[in-house]
């Protein structure tokens, strides 16, 4: 990546899909970075538990009187095997991954790929220790936010915008609809003949058939802004 930091030189070998998010040779030239720029003790490091409240609320400022957006959190992908922190859902759909001061970078390659599969954009959110390293953590579409402590309270930064994802998968996208809406999209396109009765994946595959990844997307979000669930309006 163009924008990779030389602290990673001596790191042979890395990147964000492979060892790069998992390795702990990472996360000590993150910590010494941090150290370097900030000196942070390890009481004032931010956990999860103070960026998320505050991240919530810096987004729902942002989007206030927007009708048609709501706030998801801990949206769950692929049929589980990930969640989102905060999902952004509007006409498009927006995940924040919050890695705090406290966390591991471990699970990060496995998010990015997984969440590359589904989400419209991304965003890493990051703290002092992980913000040096960030912007060459993640593939160039995920923007990257760093949110800092101050007197006033905690402070997003902008380091990098998000972009449009230009690798979404068509059918994980559509494991995102229920049966029976699946089968709704079916009928209105005429093409629900044979398919009452037959198991999701069956149904899933048949939506793919007949939908552009576009109109698959777009039926996901309408089924996320009608679900009730663990959602915060605007």
């Known amino acids: ?40 003790t390890r009481t004032a490091r931010m956990a999860d538990a103070d960026i998320r409240p505050a991240l919530r609320q810096h987004l729902l400022r942002r989007h206030d009187g927007e009708t048609d957006t709501i706030l998801v959190e801990e949206l769950g992908l692929l049929r589980g095997r990930v969640r989102v922190d905060l999902a952004l859902v509007n006409g498009s759909l927006h995940g924040y991954e919050i890695k705090s001061d ?43 936010v760093r949110v800092s402590r101050k007197a006033s309270g905690l402070q997003f930064t902008t380091l990098r915008p998000s972009k449009v994802n230009p690798h979404r998968n068509a059918r994980v996208l559509a494991e995102l609809l229920w049966s029976a809406q699946a089968l709704e999209l079916l009928e209105r396109r005429g093409a629900a003949k044979g398919m009452r009765g037959k198991p999701r994946r069956v149904l899933w595959d048949r939506v793919c058939e007949c939908f552009s990844i576009d109109e698959i997307a777009a039926a996901v979000r309408q089924r996320l802004k009608a679900t009730p669930g663990p959602e915060v309006h605007p």
Not at 8 to 33: F, I, T
Not at 119 to 137: E, H, Q
């Open 1 to 40: 990546m163009g924008d990779r930091p030389a602290c990673l030189d001596d790191l042979p070998g890395l990147d964000y899909h492979l060892g790069h998010c998992m390795s702990r040779d990472v996360e000590a030239v993150a910590d010494e970075r941090a150290m370097e720029t900030s000196r942070p």
């Open 102 to 144: 406290r966390d591991s970078l471990r699970r990060l390659g496995v998010q990015v790929d997984l969440y590359g599969q589904v989400l419209d954009r991304a965003t890493l959110v990051v703290g002092d220790r992980f913000a040096p390293l960030a912007t060459s953590l993640v593939p160039g579409w995920w923007g990257v």
